[in-house]
């Protein structure tokens, strides 16, 4: 049973336009939802991450929009640009404590950002 | 610093044979996490070490899988014997504290099984 269910599963923006990447998630005890950016051939990366008290974080061009009624949580890239062509992937997991790191991810979508 | 590393960065292997694989975490990170990826899936939990105790072992497949973390440094996942299925990346992150902060993880060690 997955989870954490992420769409679409590869998306193709030109660059400047705007990436819109979606997850949903059926864990009510979920309490931080970190998105993780990685590179072919790289690990994952920390991207952004938010927590339910806030609908949304922004830091530069990507921002974190969270919905906790509906169980759903976004990222947008603003601006996208070919550098961002990476795999992105939404995640959960309980704060506090050791389940923290169990972190339950999204299938990811593959970004491709034309020049 | 250095950071999360992983060897072998791949290994093809037949099925029934052993394989290894090693994970050197961040210098002074308590925590020490394997993660799976099969193709094209979502990457798995597979468990979770504080220093050299593990924490959290329920994301393991099954039997097959044995992972140690003597001392509390550098961990090890032996797969024996391996079967088709268990072809994917395998991931090992780290963090510092428990239970807050960033998980960095490494390059991951893609597995073949033939």
């Known amino acids: 049973q997955q989870q954490v269910k992420q769409s679409p599963q590869s998306l193709i923006v030109q660059k400047g336009g705007i990436s819109i990447i979606n997850c949903a998630y059926e864990n009510t005890a979920f309490d931080y939802f970190p998105w993780y950016q990685q590179f072919p051939g790289k690990g994952p990366a920390l991207l952004i991450a938010i927590r339910p008290d806030v609908s949304e974080k922004k830091e530069g061009r990507f921002t974190i929009s969270f919905n906790k009624s509906a169980k759903q949580f976004s990222l947008h890239i603003m601006d996208s640009q070919p550098g961002d062509s990476a795999t992105y992937f939404c995640a959960a997991s309980r704060e506090g404590g050791t389940s923290y790191g169990k972190l339950t991810f999204g299938q990811g979508t593959i970004l491709t950002v034309h020049p | 610093e250095a950071g999360v590393t992983q060897f072998p960065s791949h290994s093809v292997i037949e099925k029934g044979q052993t394989v290894t694989l090693r994970c050197d975490p961040i210098?002074?990170?308590?925590?020490l996490y394997w993660y799976r990826r099969v193709m094209g899936k979502e990457i798995k939990f597979l468990l979770h070490f504080v220093k050299e105790s593990k924490q959290d072992e329920s994301g393991m497949p099954n039997n097959r899988f044995l992972a140690e973390r003597t001392g509390g440094t550098y961990s090890t996942l032996k797969v024996q014997p391996a079967e088709l299925e268990d072809s994917g990346v395998y991931f090992c992150a780290s963090s510092q504290a428990t239970g807050v902060g960033e998980l960095f993880f490494g390059e991951g060690s893609r597995l073949t099984v033939l």
């Open positions: 210098s002074g990170h308590d925590n």
